[in-house]
């Protein structure tokens, strides 16, 4: 066999320990082998060792530490339009939930994103895919719930659709049509009958249905049966749960065998323990706690109670504008209590998992899709440390070099 590609001379190639979901203690067992060469073959990486297989290509990488592509698994892509005074109100006093509660927040978003045509909802999002391939992110999620009605979540599933085929970056999909309460429905019981009248047209594009289940939004009872409902329709279950107000989506995540519970930065030690000791996944997103001025979620404390935590940067247009995997991480490390090589895994094995492809993204590992970043780092201990820095080399996405050079 005739390589495709040979990656020479790396001085580092980290992985996680084991496909996710990766638990505990393991979190933290990296594999790090060094002086190292990875060759690549149809997309997919197919040696990793000191010898030179034969390579159609070499790319020089000397000294430089390869981790798998970060695989972003909680954003709110596609959106458009800015909610910069937003954040500048917020600064003066008003919260986060007063500027939604007063027609704002979520709802300026949707607002934007039902006017917007199809082709401007695309091309403003495709322009941060190339941004966020920048960054070293090789896999994003994206979820709908800026349409609240069945012509917009559908157009903003097609764009996802679209982004997905148009650029390097895997883009996987997920229905979030209850993430807020729109006017013109009697209740919430009523708006979320509603949603699941058209289901069967969200599966077209994908298997995962998200909610924002919090304290005056969709309360568990609300969320519980509409939920169960989406289960038995085949879907895998996610929650934004307990982000602002203790409310009781961390359990009922745990309740439902939810794949994941995300944000939790006001989860209670309970509710913690019960996510921890369950299989649903953890997603914690510090890059929201830190664009809100909020707590951070106790990484430290679901790791030490054997939990599978994952990282995400929760980019949206409101509560988070940031999407840098490398800010989020050095988040995660100074607030959230996770080690370096916990971030690691969480931010590429088990956000694998969250999005369904362990088996072949999180790793560097034969086999493993050749998705890939390379850093200008002594050793990845100092990825925190060095996060603002120029460091990012190259992005290698299914073996071809999608940003930067080697
Ligand atoms: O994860 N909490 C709900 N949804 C998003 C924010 C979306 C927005 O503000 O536009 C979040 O923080
Ligand atoms: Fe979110």
Known sequence: MILDILIVGLGEVVSPPCRGPVRGGEMSQLKIKKDVN?????????????????SSRVLNASGLVALPGFIDCHTHIPFTGSRGEEFLMRLEGRSYMEIMESGGGIFSTVKSVKTASEVRLF????????????????????????GLDEDSELKQLRVLERLNSSQPLDVVPTFLGAHAFPEGFNSKKEYLEYLLSFVDKVKEYTDTADIFCEKGVFEPEDSKPFLKK????????????????????????????????????????????????????AVLLPGTSFFLRER????????????????ASDFNPGSCNIYDPLMIMHLAVSHNGLKVEEAITAYTA??????????RKGLIEVGYDADLVILDLESYRELPYMFSRDIIVATVKAGRVISGEL
Do not use: W
């Open 296 to 311: 951070y979620a106790r990484g430290d404390f679901l790791i030490a109670n054997n939990g599978i935590v994952a990282l």
């Open 123 to 146: 091309q403003d999002s495709l322009k941060l895919l190339v941004e966020m391939a920048c960054h070293g992110i090789t896999t994003v999620e994206g979820k709908s719930g800026y």
């Open 38 to 54: 990875i060759g690549i073959k149809d997309g997919k990486i197919a040696y990793i060792g000191k010898e030179k297989p034969l």
């Open 350 to 359: 088990n956000s694998a998992h969250v999005l369904n492809m362990a088996h």
């Open 230 to 281: 989406l289960k038995a329709k085949g879907f895998r279950i996610r929650l934004h749960a307990d982000e602002l107000a203790s409310s009781g989506g961390g359990k009922l995540a745990v309740e439902l065998g939810a794949v994941s519970a995300d944000h939790l930065i006001s989860a209670d030690e309970e509710t913690l323990k019960t996510i921890a000791g369950s299989s649903v996944t």
